[in-house]
């Protein structure tokens, strides 16, 4: 791999509109000197810095150093590229900088397939600075890479093997394209380039050049079989489909399903396909029954009206549960308790299990801080490794006791619990991390050892664990009276007990802050998903919820779902709203094997029914293209094609063509499909009646068939088909 070292670089060019140069064609790092740096005269474009290094490199990270205190020259937007010549450079790096007087460290693309390329230019350009109007800064740049020139020689030839490869394939699709058949198979002979993967020649060969399009159709059928497509699928953002569980007529008495509540806790087993329900807050009380939903007969079960007569917790809200599927046992600790209850002999933080079997509670302790764990505490999170039969309990805001005689403790600052563990075969707990909030704010917490980083407690924080990454991810959340909303993301690995920062606050495309929100996962898909609820410091009119779902592999958000209390309000005119209304207090289960969610009840929020609460149950299902509908959508697409080759010479052929072939592949309950389809035979007679419609050309149809080719390309992964760029465009005055 080669050793990773400090590269030695000069500056070599720069825009012209540079006002401030730094001497000796060198970027210093001295935080406290405000001259040291480059800087534009303005922010309209282009604006560049290029700076060359002493020798070829593969250039793995870039660093940037800043002024020692935040400024509004700063880049919150660059671009970063590198090559081997200052006129022909790939874009490495999309990024921005905090406004802040911390350095901040990228990793470049520094590799094209399973090879490393060299570069001798590093080419930054500023985007947007953090000051509105201003122009751009660069304090100090580092570079680090690899510089030993046995790797780096056959880095650099490798590259430029690979850039003859690729100009000698723009020229081989721009010979096909325009049908030098001569040129094309001439140049192929004498380089033995490849195009394409072998399938798509064929595809290109029965679209292209033969225009049999039953052939082709079959071929889309054999990629789909073999894989090829999968990587197509797995890039589509999901639609989400809401269920509403209405009870069964037997059902419809109150007393045989759980009443209006939020605050209480959900838990799934979904080997049994069981949805447990404990406790919440109805608006006026607590609550401390249970009961369980059986998914497959949609049936409610009582199975204790009051927990604390059978042994089990006393009512309580904002408590958290996590369920154990092996040992079929479900956990449940902390809880809310209002300021008139704060006395001491209240605030003990008891522990309970649930086994599913006996119907049994039993309590494990009555106060978890006396045995090393977190003292009482609400809005928490809690989540169970079933293989190591372990436990983990993060934030949540510490109950602490308020004295009568002493009413201004209720303004005190509050209090967080850090992150502890819970060892079931050995009833032990354990402090893994404490509450940072008595760090330095301006420490920077990436140059820290990852075993010694504390992290920042909150409440309404997500914390799930990926059983096969052995990661639990953490993020979101507010602290404080002022209501600091936070949007971090990190993963701590509770083997290594090691913490990674996935996303530090900077990145726009995120969940919204300051709402609720309920997250579960999929370790099988690598996905997080989040239903960011309605927000109580909002006016009701701007009230909204949206899902989200995170692609951990590609490190990407999408959102998927949004509604707006006044969509909704319009909906609920009807008998059964299609969607539920926004909501907070809420609870969200996910059943990973059969991929559906299951949400229940929560506060909608109402300013005049500041006591009302929900008790309506939806399942939610995120529904993916599948290989039988991509297929039907290529079907399509060259029965289109091949209707409008028909309908140029003759259409009443055409019109029995569209009947009876291109009928089949649309969805007639899609609007959109149904809408298209409509329309090919409209156009089909209005041309007809203009009689303007003459036969296609010979090129005419080569064009239309290689459009048609390119687009069903788009389907297979990038390693198979043809440059998407065209020789032609790189043609400049």
């Not at 970027?27 to 060359?52: A, M, V, Y």
Request: aromatic share 12%.
């Amino acid at each position: 791999m080669g050793e990773q070292t400090i590269l030695k670089y000069c500056i070599h060019k720069y825009s012209s509109h540079s006002a401030t140069f730094v001497p000796e064609n060198i970027l210093t790092d001295e935080p406290k000197d405000g001259t040291s740096r480059w800087s534009s005269e303005s922010n309209n474009p282009p604006q560049f810095l290029i700076l060359k290094l002493f020798n070829p490199a593969v250039v793995q990270v870039i660093s940037f150093g800043k002024y020692e205190k935040s400024h509004v020259c700063n880049m919150k937007k660059f671009k970063v590229y590198g090559g081997l010549s200052d006129d022909s450079m790939i874009e490495l790096l999309y990024s921005g900088l905090k406004n802040n007087n911390q350095t901040e460290s990228f990793n470049l693309k520094h590799t094209a397939g399973e090879n490393m390329f060299a570069c001798r230019y590093i080419k930054i350009v500023p985007i947007q600075s953090w000051g509105p109007s201003f122009n751009f800064s660069i304090w100090h740049v580092q570079l680090k890479g690899i510089e030993d020139w046995n790797i780096v020689k056959s880095c650099v030839s490798w590259f430029s093997y690979y850039r003859e490869r690729e100009a000698i394939r723009l020229c081989l699709k721009h010979f096909r394209q325009h049908n030098y058949t001569e040129a094309f198979e001439s140049l192929q002979k004498r380089t033995r380039v490849q195009l394409e993967d072998a399938l798509l020649t064929k595809l290109h060969q029965c679209l292209v050049i033969d225009g049999d399009y039953i052939s082709a159709e079959k071929l889309l059928i054999v990629a789909a079989e073999e894989g090829y497509l999968d990587h197509y699928l797995i890039q589509q953002t999901p639609k989400p489909k809401w269920v509403p569980l209405i009870p069964s007529k037997s059902s419809e008495n109150t007393s045989s399903r759980p009443g209006m509540r939020g605050g209480h806790q959900m838990c799934i087993d979904v080997y049994s396909e069981i949805i447990y329900l404990f406790g919440g807050w109805d608006g006026t009380t607590d609550l401390a029954d249970l009961w369980s939903y059986h998914i497959p007969t949609g049936t409610w079960t009582c199975l204790s009206q009051d927990t604390s007569c059978e042994g089990g917790p006393s009512p309580r809200s904002c408590h958290k549960m996590c369920l154990d599927p092996e040992r079929k046992k479900i956990f449940t600790l902390g809880r809310y308790l209002d300021s008139v209850m704060r006395a001491s002999f209240y605030l003990n933080s008891d522990f309970y299990v649930y086994d599913i079997d006996s119907n049994q509670w039993t309590l494990i302790t009555d106060d978890t801080e006396k045995m090393g764990g977190p003292s009482l505490v609400f809005d928490h999170q809690m989540c169970i490794d079933v293989e190591k039969n372990t436990i983990y309990v993060f934030g949540g805001r510490v109950v602490t006791s308020i004295s009568p005689s002493s009413p201004e403790t209720v303004c005190a600052e509050p209090v967080y619990c850090g992150l502890y563990s819970y060892h079931v075969p050995t009833n032990t707990w354990c402090k893994l991390r404490s509450d940072m909030s008595k760090r330095n704010p301006s420490d920077d917490i990436s140059k820290r050892n990852p075993n010694d980083r504390e992290i920042k407690s909150r409440i309404g924080h997500s914390m799930l664990f990926h059983e096969k990454s052995r990661l639990l991810y953490i993020f979101a959340g507010q602290r404080n009276r002022a209501r600091e909303y936070l949007n971090d993301f990190f993963a701590y690995n509770v083997d290594t007990n090691q913490i990674t920062i996935i996303c530090d606050g900077s990145d726009t495309e995120f969940p919204p802050l300051a709402s609720t929100a309920r997250a579960t996962i999929d370790p099988e898909l690598d996905e997080i998903h989040v239903l960011c609820g309605s927000n109580r410091d909002k006016r009701e009119e701007y009230v909204k919820d949206s899902f989200w779902v995170y692609d951990i592999n590609h490190n990407k958000w999408s959102c998927i779902y949004q509604k707006c209390v006044k969509d909704q309000e319009n909906a609920t005119k009807t008998e059964q709203p299609s969607e539920p209304c926004p909501r907070f207090a809420h609870q969200l289960v996910y059943d990973h094997i059969r991929k559906i969610h299951y949400m229940f009840g929560g506060n909608p929020g109402k300013v005049h029914s500041p006591n009302m609460r929900l008790d309506d149950f939806w399942s939610l299902q995120l529904y993916r293209p599948t290989k039988d509908m991509l297929l039907r959508q290529c079907c399509r697409i060259i029965r289109q094609h091949k209707f409008q080759e028909i309908a140029s010479s003759d259409q009443i052929a055409a019109l029995q063509y569209l009947q009876t072939e291109l009928a089949s592949t649309i969805d007639h309950q899609n609007i959109d499909e149904a809408k298209e389809f409509q329309l090919l035979a409209f156009n089909l007679f209005k041309e007809k009646e203009e009689e303007t419609k003459d036969e296609l050309s010979v090129d005419e149809t080569l064009k239309r068939r290689n459009q048609l080719f390119d687009q069903l390309t788009q389907f297979f992964p990038d390693h198979m088909t043809q440059p998407k760029d065209n020789l032609i465009d790189l043609i400049s005055f």
